[in-house]
């Protein structure tokens, strides 16, 4: 998608603090963090949101959530918790129609979160 910032982020158009990147995602830190440490990560391929998945996209969902894992595990949050979010539409709080996933870490997480 031409217009979409996440697509235009994942294309290297627009600069992020990497986190992490392979052939089907990319993890960076979010710009306006939430917790001590707060990155999304996205798939390139543009899916607007949770909603959209198919069957055929188990298998990016299953390297989405190793990937996860493997990243807190390296940050260091996975002894005390994280927390994995992903809203879908205007109610839900999606303000980019781009599939992603915040990760949330490093203080206690209230529920409800609000």
């Known amino acids: 998608m031409t ?3 996440f697509c235009k982020i994942a294309a290297g158009e627009i600069p992020s ?3 992490y990147e392979d052939e089907d995602l990319l993890a960076f830190y979010d710009i ?3 917790a001590p440490v707060h ?3 996205i798939p390139k391929r543009h899916i607007p949101s949770a909603a959209a998945l198919t069957q055929e ?3 990016l969902l ?3 959530f190793s990937t996860i894992a493997r990243l807190c595990a ?3 949050v996975t002894e005390g918790g994280y927390r994995v979010v992903t809203n879908v539409g205007k109610d839900g ?3 980019v129609p781009h599939l992603h996933f915040h990760v949330l870490a490093g203080r206690s997480l209230a529920w409800p979160p609000g």
Do not use: H, T
């Open 39 to 41: 990155f999304l990560v």
């Open 57 to 59: 996209d188990q298998a």
């Open 3 to 5: 217009d979409c910032l």
């Open 74 to 76: 390296e940050l260091g």
């Open 32 to 34: 306006d963090p939430q």
């Open 17 to 19: 603090n990497k986190l």
């Open 62 to 64: 299953g390297k989405v």
């Open 93 to 95: 709080g999606q303000s």
